[in-house]
């Protein structure tokens, strides 16, 4: 718990990365007024501009958490939770390897330092590539398993959501969508746990129309980033976070779709893969296995085995680099 200015208690939310996604964290998060808010990034001013852009619109939408920004990590001591949004994009020439490791690089910094001043914290890890990047800060933190959590699934849940309310003329929240597998176009939309009311949308919708909305699903971050031109989703991530936070502080137990380090669950051993789980003060209190059809396990496990080519990648480029050092 942090004793902030006022000296009143609260949870404490460090977020790592003060660009788009990380700004977008501390503004849902800030609306819920029940965490103060550390803003850590590299550029000077840019994480002191953004919190303090953000408490100064505290006495218009009402909110008295604190919210700090700064360069270094020493304000984020004793953190509940850290969100690690630090890395790049992938410009264009850029290998899949050069972001690989540019961003392995960062994210492992990144982990070391926030963990060192927080050590009993729940990590929350959003940079890409989503779940090779879990791995990364898994390995950096050493923390259990039931510590360190990749958002994904909650926002590609939300699109898929969005669609389903588009294509049925339903209040969104009518609707439940469950997204398994790796953040990324193999990703597993289950439609036949995908609802309106209660009701799959397999009973509703047409097969090429749940087929079109699982592929949008798919593409959601390219049609962002299509549609952008700079710059990638950051509106939704952030909300997506915050929901993970809620459920993490509020101990609310809210079962959501994240990227957890899977040890025998699903058939899949040693990877962390989207899927759903109940989320407590404690992180993970426990991975929920829904019963899949033949056809769906083994587009988890294509998907699976998409996150194990990543791991390898990480694996020979860490090889090398440590050979060239
Ligand atoms: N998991 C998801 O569903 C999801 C959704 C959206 C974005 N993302 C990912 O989240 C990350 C952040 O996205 P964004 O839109 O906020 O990007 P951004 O470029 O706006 O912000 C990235 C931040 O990382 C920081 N950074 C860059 N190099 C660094 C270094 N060497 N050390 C420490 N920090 C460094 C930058 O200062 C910047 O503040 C990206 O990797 C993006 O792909 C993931």
């Not at 994240?258 to 989320?279: M, N």
Request: glycine share 10%; with cysteine; charged share 20%.
């Amino acid at each position: 718990m942090a004793r902030d200015r006022l000296g009143t208690s609260r949870p404490k939310v460090s977020v790592i990365g003060a660009g788009m996604v990380g700004g977008a964290v501390a503004q849902y998060l800030a609306l819920r007024d029940y965490a103060d808010i550390v803003l850590v990034g590299i550029v000077e001013g840019l994480p002191q501009g953004k919190a303090l852009d953000l408490a100064e619109t505290a006495p218009v939408l009402s909110y008295d958490c604190q919210i700090t920004g700064g360069n270094g990590y020493e304000e984020t001591a004793a953190s509940d939770v850290v969100v690690i949004t630090s890395g790049i994009a992938r410009k264009p020439g850029m290998s899949r390897d050069d972001l690989l490791r540019i961003n392995m690089g960062i994210v492992r910094s990144v982990t070391e330092q926030a963990v060192q001043h927080s050590p009993d914290a729940i990590l929350i890890v959003v940079s890409n590539p989503l779940d090779a990047m879990c791995h990364v800060a898994f390995a950096a933190a050493d923390f259990p398993r039931e510590r360190v959590i990749g958002m994904a699934g909650v926002l590609d849940s939300a699109r898929f959501r969005t669609f389903i309310a588009e294509a049925t003329d339903v209040s969104v929240e009518d609707i439940s969508a469950m997204v398994l597998g790796g953040h990324g176009d193999t990703m597993v939309p289950i439609s036949r746990y995908s609802t309106v009311a209660g009701v799959p949308i397999t009973q509703i919708l047409e097969p090429e129309q749940v087929k079109a909305l699982e592929e949008r699903t798919a593409n959601g971050g390219a049609e962002i980033v299509a549609l952008l031109k700079t710059g990638s989703a950051y509106q939704a991530p952030g909300a997506s976070v915050v929901e993970m936070i809620d459920s993490i502080l509020l101990d609310k137990r809210r079962v959501l779709p994240c990227s957890v380090y899977l040890q025998g669950e699903y058939g899949i051993d040693g990877l962390f893969v989207g899927v759903p789980v109940k989320l407590g003060r404690e992180g993970v209190r426990q991975i929920i296995e829904l019963s899949l059809t033949a056809e769906e396990s083994a587009a988890l496990k294509m998907s699976a085995a998409s996150v194990q080519d990543l791991v390898d990648a990480m694996a020979r480029l860490g090889a090398e680099s440590a050979a060239g050092a």
